[in-house]
């Protein structure tokens, strides 16, 4: 069964830290790319961050540019997004995502920042972000 479960996710003061995780199964881990996409209340899931299968691929949102961080761990199969000097405007559900690449090339099949681009999705955790 292919599995992505987030955790970490809560009630943090603005300024704060928080890292969330995105354990993965059921699946070849290390052959995907992930990325992590947030949803606020009334508003659509947005791409804040991807990270290819080079982990030195990244790409990042405008919006969390110099303060989130993605990485990943392929022996412990988990996906991590590191968020710094949080803004209440970050308050939403968070998602991670596994990308298929193409076998041929490696490459995306879309571009990383698109929800098409994903296979397997994981259900979400909250983050609140309060003044």
């Known amino acids: 069964e292919v599995q992505l479960v987030e955790s970490g996710g809560g009630l943090v003061e603005a300024g704060g830290a928080l890292r969330l995780s995105c354990a993965a199964s059921?699946?070849?881990?290390?052959?995907?790319?992930i990325g992590w996409f947030r949803q606020a209340p009334g508003k659509e899931r947005d791409n804040i961050a991807c990270i290819s299968v080079n982990p030195s691929n990244t790409v990042f949102a405008d919006s969390v540019k110099g303060r989130f961080t993605i990485s990943r761990d392929n022996a412990k199969n988990t996906a991590y997004l590191q968020m710094n000097s949080l803004k209440l405007e970050d308050t939403a559900i968070y998602f991670c995502?596994?990308?298929?690449?193409?076998?041929?090339?490696?490459?995306?099949?879309?571009?990383?920042?698109?929800?098409?681009?994903?296979?397997?999705w994981g259900q979400g955790t909250q983050v609140t972000v309060s003044s």
């Open positions: 059921g699946f070849p881990f290390a052959d995907y790319a």
């Open positions: 995502a596994a990308a298929k690449l193409d076998p041929a090339n490696g490459a995306y099949y879309y571009t990383p920042t698109e929800i098409r681009a994903y296979t397997y």
